[in-house]
């Protein structure tokens, strides 16, 4: 069985190898599979949309996602079905739905309440190693799904807010949604937004972020642009995004996760 295995936790201490550990014990046969664990902490809109536009590339298995800034608190832990038979563990809030979303909804919910399938006692702080890896390697060594606790109506579960563009004749106002460790920046803007806009290779765009003009030009890859150029091109994951061609478009417009950028078609 297959077990994807996302997070915030980095490399640096030993929070991965110690979950890794705990899958093994529990179920040494299952094979992890490391999407991430370089989400910036505690960032839970982009390890959602991490975890959406990379499981479509992933075989169907046990999806364990822990980016978990309410740990300790009154927020559930989950296992949950989605309507293809994948499984996902993680926390309940947000983290999870836009690719369970993706592959037919939440089927069936529980919460990891049951004392059988966690490590005792749960630390207060690291539920990804008493918690949440436990369930997801029970799962992965045949345990029921409804063995790991009660059930949850899917309508009660936390969902994660994805801002919408907005979109005027000439005029955009995007948001940068994840900005990768090149220093491109996707946005929440994807090809249909732009309506009948044709945007050619070469195509000139104005930007503003932070009150500063700049000028991007369309391109299909990097490479279509000299160094040092900004670029506005469609990634590998169909969003619209600025990258600076062997540089940082994140340094460049001063923009962060969560910044907004205007784009003006019309120049």
Do not use: W
Request: overall charge negative.
């Amino acid at each position: 069985m297959i077990i994807t295995f996302l997070t915030d936790f980095g490399l640096q201490d030993d929070f991965v190898g110690a979950c890794h550990g705990v899958i093994a014990t529990i179920a040494p046969d299952a094979r992890v599979i490391d999407v991430t664990h370089g989400v910036r902490p505690g960032h839970v809109l982009q390890g959602a949309l991490v975890l959406a536009n990379t499981l479509p590339y992933m075989p169907a298995g046990i999806h364990l996602s822990v980016v978990d800034p309410g740990v300790g608190s009154g927020r559930r832990a989950l296992a949950l079905r989605d309507g293809q038979g994948r499984f996902h563990v993680g926390p309940d809030n947000g983290l999870l739905l836009p690719a369970v979303d993706a592959f037919g909804g939440v089927a069936q919910a529980h919460e990891l309440a049951n004392p059988d399938y966690s490590l005792q006692p749960v630390s207060r702080t690291f539920h990804g190693r008493d918690l949440f890896a436990p369930a997801a390697a029970h799962l992965a060594a045949g345990v029921a799904l409804e063995d790991l606790g009660p059930p949850v109506d899917p309508e009660a579960l936390v969902r994660i807010e994805i801002p919408e563009p907005e979109v005027g004749q000439n005029r955009i106002r995007a948001v940068a949604l994840v900005v990768d460790r090149f220093g491109n920046v996707a946005l929440n803007l994807k090809r249909e937004h732009l309506g009948q806009t044709e945007l050619a290779a070469g195509t000139r765009v104005e930007l503003v972020s932070r009150g500063e003009r700049f000028y991007a030009v369309f391109a299909r890859t990097f490479a279509d642009a000299p160094r040092g150029a900004l670029i506005f091109y469609e990634d590998s994951y169909g969003s619209l995004a600025l990258a600076v061609s062997r540089g940082s478009a994140a340094e460049l417009l001063r923009l962060e996760e969560g910044g907004e950028i205007v784009i003006d078609l019309a120049r």
